[in-house]
């Protein structure tokens, strides 16, 4: 599984930005996709995932009814829409997949991942 992740750059409080997360490589309709990101000097966090097979999702306290997470079978795309950001989202973003349909936040428990893309949000 290919992951590449685009869509990062700088946006204001308030505002809005959506990440997407392109897929290749192989059907992906038993996977579970999500988003991390990672700050500097930090761990890398759970954001949002979601089951491609039904499009059930799940979210970090800290971002719900803020980030949407989505996906579009026909393109093998992953979102994740950012609205109404905060400063302390500013992180590196990154896209992450493994099989099954599985409610988990931990990064080792992904075992494909795409490059990341910087979001930073200014005050």
């Known amino acids: 599984v290919q992951l590449q992740a685009f869509g990062g750059g700088l946006v204001q409080v308030g505002g809005s930005l959506r990440l997407s997360c392109a897929a290749s490589?192989?059907?992906?309709?038993?996977?579970?996709m999500g988003w991390f990101r990672q700050a500097p000097g930090k761990e890398r966090d759970f954001v949002a995932a979601i089951f491609w097979s039904d499009g059930n999702t799940y979210y970090a306290d800290s971002v719900k009814g803020r980030f949407t997470i989505s996906r579009d079978n026909a393109k093998n795309t992953m979102y994740l829409q950012v609205n109404n950001p905060k400063p302390e989202d500013t992180a590196v973003y990154y896209c992450?997949?493994?099989?099954?349909?599985?409610?988990?936040?931990?990064?080792?428990?992904?075992?494909?991942w795409g490059q990341g893309t910087q979001v930073t949000v200014s005050s």
């Open positions: 490589g192989r059907t992906f309709s038993s996977y579970t």
């Open positions: 992450a997949g493994r099989r099954g349909s599985v409610v988990t936040d931990r990064p080792n428990d992904f075992d494909s």
